[in-house]
């Protein structure tokens, strides 16, 4: 069973369509084949992921920044810190998902690339651009290779950007 890690938000109000959306791809993952490690928690996209994956019974890999925060969360592995989550997130993964979010997400998108960039791993990297949200960024990282700091083009860093929900499902499942 291949392992799928997930970033993506773990803030409250989150406009409904990204719920809708991010919902329905959960529940297309083929849960026989892949299991989910997530960031943890239960509030925003992170909630989402968690609440949609356990409603069809797959089996999660979960992990979380603070102890304290995960009351009544029955999570796998717990952290003191984000260096350690983030370490085992990693490693978790033979297969990462990027979706909608913040810093954090952004964090957690551009350390799997650098790594994959200096060698440290190899790993398929799903950015899913629902409705634009990464556009800009893949506009700058553009603007970086035309500049020379970034060298090799996104498909060299194993990187995979997906606008179509089915083209991602079916990718993933397929993986």
Same mark, same amino acid.
């Not at 990693?90 to 990462?96: P, R, T, V, Y």
């Given at each position: ?80 810190? /984000?260096? +350690?989550?983030?370490?085992? *997130? @990693?490693? %978790?993964?033979?297969? !990462? ?63 995979? /950007?997906? +606008?179509?929900?089915?083209? *991602? @499902?079916? %990718?993933?499942?397929? !993986?």
């Amino acid at each position: 069973m291949r392992t799928l890690t997930i970033f993506c938000s773990g803030k409250i109000g989150i406009k409904q369509d990204y719920i809708d959306t991010i919902k329905d791809l959960i529940y297309k993952i083929d849960e026989n084949r892949i299991r989910i490690a997530y960031g943890g928690g239960d509030v925003g996209l992170m909630g989402v992921v968690r609440n949609s994956f356990l409603e069809k019974n797959g089996k999660i890999v979960t992990s979380n920044i603070n102890r304290f925060i995960v009351e009544g969360i029955d999570d796998d592995y717990l952290y003191d810190n /984000i260096t +350690e989550r983030q370490a085992k *997130l @990693i490693e %978790f993964g033979d297969l !990462f998902l990027v979706l909608p979010g913040g810093f954090g997400t952004l964090y957690e998108l551009l350390e799997v690339i650098t790594k994959n960039q200096i060698g440290e791993m190899s790993k398929t990297i799903i950015i899913y651009n629902y409705k634009g949200i990464y556009t800009n960024i893949l506009k700058q990282i553009e603007v970086l290779q035309q500049e020379g700091f970034i060298k090799h083009e996104l498909e060299w860093y194993k990187i995979k /950007i997906f +606008e179509n929900a089915d083209d *991602l @499902i079916n %990718f993933v499942n397929n !993986f």
